[in-house]
């Protein structure tokens, strides 16, 4: 028996192993010894928007109540070709009932506005009809009739 010339290669010792076994993943809850936090937690802070400020507004001339509790006011009358028991105004709102008194005669008549009087020196032009109820037509003009709403 021949002894070979080449040394025999050691063979590196096995690294014992140990085996852990894992748990799966639990949510537990922080350990009581954990203190909260007191710091104050950074909030979003809205930048300051520039605002304007709106001009100041005349003050509108209101008519007052009348005792009765509709208002009331003097005003120019004169009639147009429209509608029976119409009539029209620069200033008050579509709709509205007016009584328009003619001072001259008493005789008052009732009207709805659904117009708009384009000239405001003028407090309301009346249909002709309803003008007619109150005084006659060659008048043309009542200078100082009542109109209470």
Do not use: K
């Not at 304007?52 to 109540?65: E, I, K, L, R």
């Not at 709805?112 to 009346?126: C, G, M, P, S």
């Amino acid at each position: 028996m021949t002894q070979s010339a080449v040394p025999a290669t050691p063979h590196p010792a096995p690294v014992p192993t140990t085996t852990v076994a894992t748990a799966p993943p639990t949510r537990a809850q922080p350990a009581s010894s954990t203190t909260p936090t007191t710091a104050v937690q950074p909030r979003f802070v809205a930048a300051p928007v520039a605002t304007t400020v709106p001009a100041p507004v005349a003050p509108v001339a209101v008519p007052s109540p009348s005792p009765g509790g509709a208002y009331s006011r003097l005003g120019v009358v004169t009639y147009y070709g429209a509608a029976p028991g119409t009539c029209a105004s620069p200033t008050l709102v579509f709709g509205t009932v007016v009584t328009v008194t003619n001072p001259a005669n008493g005789a008052s008549v009732r009207c709805i506005v659904d117009d708009r009087e384009a000239d405001t020196a003028r407090q309301i032009d009346l249909s002709t009809a309803t003008f007619a109820q109150i005084a006659p037509l060659s008048q043309g003009v009542i200078p100082d009739a009542e109109l209470s709403w």
